[in-house]
C-alpha cells in the first residue's frame, strides 16, 4: 500500500512539472526569423538591443488561444549552433528540414561575427542543427534578404547586404540571384545579365504558384523603393520584370513582412522609414490576380494596428500571425503576438486553428482529451485517498495491537 501511495504521489508531481515545463516565456526580440511546420510556428534568432540567444521555441497552432496567452514551447535539444539575425529560414518542400541562410552570424561563446558558414540547416523530427557540405558556386556573405522556395525544391535568394565594416557598418549592396538546390545541395549564383534590377536589400518575397517571385518595397540605392514599383522574377525562365502596380498609395519601407494568401493577395504589414519612424498605411493588399497588380487598403485595418518593424508574418489558415519586432509607440522590443483574420480583414484576439469545415472534429478531439485526462486525475485522487485511509487504518489497527 505504501508503495501504491508513493507511486501516485510520483505521478502528481510529474503531471505539475509537465505542466509547468509547456509555459515557456520567451524574450522579446526583431530581426528574427519565423516557419511553420506541421501545426508550430518556429521563431529563430533575432535581437534584441545587442543581446541574441540561440534558443529555438515554437507557438503551438494546434489549439485555440488568447493573445494573451501564447502556448510558447521550448525545444530544448534545439538550440541553434550560432547567434544570428536579419537572415533568411526556408523549409523545405516535405517539412523536414529548415535552412537558415546568411544573416549577423556569431559565434556562441566567443559573442564575434563569424561568416564562415552561411547555411546551417535543422532536422526537425530529430531536433538537430547540421552544417551541411554544399557543392556549386561558392556562397557569399549576405544580410538583410529574403528566400523563397519553389515546387522543384529551389531556394531562391535575391542580392542583400554585405556589411564589411563593423564599426560604421558599412558594406555592399548586391543585385545578383543565388540558388540553392534543397535536393542536389548545389549552390548557383545565376547568371543573368539582361533587365537586371538594382542593388537590393530589405525587400519582401513571395513566390505565386506560377512561378513568379514578387518582390517589394525595401531599399536599392540608398533610398526605399516605391511599393508600386514591383520587381518580378519568373524562376521557369530565370528572367526579370518590372511592373507598375496600380491602387491605393502605400509608403514605401523596410524591415515589414508580407504573406501570401491561397488567393492570390498578398498582404503587407509593418515597417518603417529609413530614419525607423512610422508608415502609413500599416496594412496594404497587393491582388496579384489583377494585371497590373493592385495595391487595396482594408477599411478596417487601422483598428488595433501596431506600429512595429523588424517582426515577422505567417500565414496559418484564416490567419496571419506577426510576431514580435520593434514597436514604435512605446519603443520597446515587442514580446506580442498580433493575429490579422484574412476572412473578414479585421485584427483578433483569438487564435482559431481550424477552417470552419474542420473545426469540428479538432473541438471534439480537445473535449475526448479533456475528459479523458479528468477521468485519470479522478482516478489518482481516489485511489490517494484510498491509499491514506488504508494507511490510517493500518496504524489504528497497530495502535489496537499495541494496547
Ligand atoms: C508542411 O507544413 C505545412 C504547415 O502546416 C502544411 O500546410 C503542409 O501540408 C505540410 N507539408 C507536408 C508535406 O507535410
Ligand atoms: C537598448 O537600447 C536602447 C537605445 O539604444 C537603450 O535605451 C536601452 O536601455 C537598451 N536596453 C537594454 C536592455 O540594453
Ligand atoms: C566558436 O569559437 C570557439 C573558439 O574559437 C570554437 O572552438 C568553436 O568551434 C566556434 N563555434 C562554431 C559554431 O564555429
Ligand atoms: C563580405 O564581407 C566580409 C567582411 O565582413 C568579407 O570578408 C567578404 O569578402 C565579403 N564578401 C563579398 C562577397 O564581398
Ligand atoms: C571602418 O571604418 C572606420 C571609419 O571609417 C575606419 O577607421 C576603419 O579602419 C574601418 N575598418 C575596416 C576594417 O575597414
Ligand atoms: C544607383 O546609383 C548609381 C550610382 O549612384 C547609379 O549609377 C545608378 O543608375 C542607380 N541605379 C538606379 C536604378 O537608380
Ligand atoms: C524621417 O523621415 C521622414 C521621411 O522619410 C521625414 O518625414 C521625417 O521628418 C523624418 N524624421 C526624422 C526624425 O528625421
Ligand atoms: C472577423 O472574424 C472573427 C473570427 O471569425 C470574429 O471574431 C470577428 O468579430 C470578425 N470581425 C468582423 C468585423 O466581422
Given amino acids: 500500500m505504501h508503495f501504491l501511495y508513493n507511486l501516485f504521489k510520483f505521478i502528481f508531481y ?15 526580440r526583431a530581426y528574427h ?31 485555440s488561444f488568447d493573445n494573451t496567452n501564447l502556448p510558447w514551447n521550448l525545444i530544448r535539444e534545439g538550440d541553434l549552433p550560432i547567434n544570428t539575425y536579419s537572415s533568411t529560414a526556408i523549409v523545405s518542400l516535405d517539412n523536414s528540414t529548415i535552412f537558415l541562410i546568411g ?15 552561411q547555411v546551417y540547416t535543422y532536422d526537425y523530427l530529430n531536433s538537430k542543427w547540421n552544417t551541411p557540405s554544399i557543392t556549386g558556386d561558392s556562397i557569399p556573405t549576405r544580410q538583410q534578404m529574403t528566400g523563397v522556395i519553389d515546387n522543384k525544391g529551389t531556394i531562391y535568394i535575391f542580392g542583400g547586404f554585405n556589411i564589411t565594416n563593423f564599426t560604421t557598418l558599412a558594406g555592399k549592396v548586391y543585385n545578383e540571384m543565388n540558388t540553392l538546390g534543397t535536393f542536389s545541395m548545389s549552390w548557383k549564383t545565376l547568371t543573368v545579365t539582361s533587365n537586371l534590377p538594382p542593388l537590393s536589400s530589405d525587400y519582401s518575397a513571395n513566390i505565386l504558384p506560377n512561378g513568379i517571385i514578387v518582390y517589394i518595397g ?14 518580378l522574377f ?13 491602387g491605393d498609395d502605400v509608403d514605401p519601407r523596410w524591415l515589414f ?8 493577395r498578398i498582404i503587407i504589414f509593418g515597417g518603417c522609414t529609413l530614419n525607423l519612424s512610422s508608415v502609413n498605411p500599416k496594412l496594404a493588399v497587393l491582388d496579384t490576380n489583377k494585371s497590373p497588380y493592385e495595391w487595396s487598403i482594408p477599411s478596417s485595418f487601422q483598428v488595433n494596428s501596431p506600429s512595429i518593424y523588424g517582426h515577422t508574418a505567417n500565414l496559418y489558415n484564416n490567419h496571419m500571425i506577426i510576431t514580435f519586432g520593434y514597436d514604435m509607440d512605446v519603443q520597446m522590443y515587442n514580446f506580442r503576438v498580433y493575429l490579422y483574420d484574412i476572412t473578414n ?6 487564435f482559431d486553428p481550424s477552417l ?12 475526448g482529451l479533456g475528459i479523458g485526462i479528468s477521468l485519470v486525475v479522478l482516478i489518482c485522487i481516489a485511489i490517494f485517498i484510498f491509499c491514506k485511509k488504508m494507511k490510517m487504518k493500518s496504524q489504528i489497527l497497530e495502535i489496537a495491537d499495541s494496547n
Wanted: aromatic share 8%.
Fill in 33 to 63: 526569423n519565423s516557419v511553420i511546420i506541421k501545426d508550430r510556428l518556429l521563431i529563430i534568432g533575432g535581437r534584441k538591443n545587442s543581446t541574441q540567444s540561440p534558443e529555438l521555441f515554437y507557438l503551438d497552432l494546434s489549439n
Fill in 345 to 350: 480583414n479585421t485584427w483578433v484576439t483569438r
Fill in 218 to 231: 525595401g531599399q536599392a540605392n540608398d533610398t526605399l523603393v516605391k511599393m508600386k514599383n514591383i520587381k
Fill in 103 to 117: 544573416g549577423y552570424i556569431k559565434n556562441k561563446s566567443t559573442l564575434d561575427y563569424d561568416f564562415s558558414h
Fill in 14 to 28: 510529474i503531471i505539475f512539472l509537465i505542466n509547468s515545463i509547456s509555459c515557456y516565456v520567451p524574450s522579446e
Fill in 257 to 264: 513582412a508580407s504573406v501570401l494568401t491561397p488567393d492570390g
Fill in 234 to 246: 519568373n524562376t521557369k525562365k530565370d528572367e526579370w520584370l518590372y511592373m507598375d502596380a496600380i
Fill in 356 to 367: 470552419p469545415s474542420t473545426q469540428k472534429s479538432s473541438k471534439s478531439l480537445q473535449i
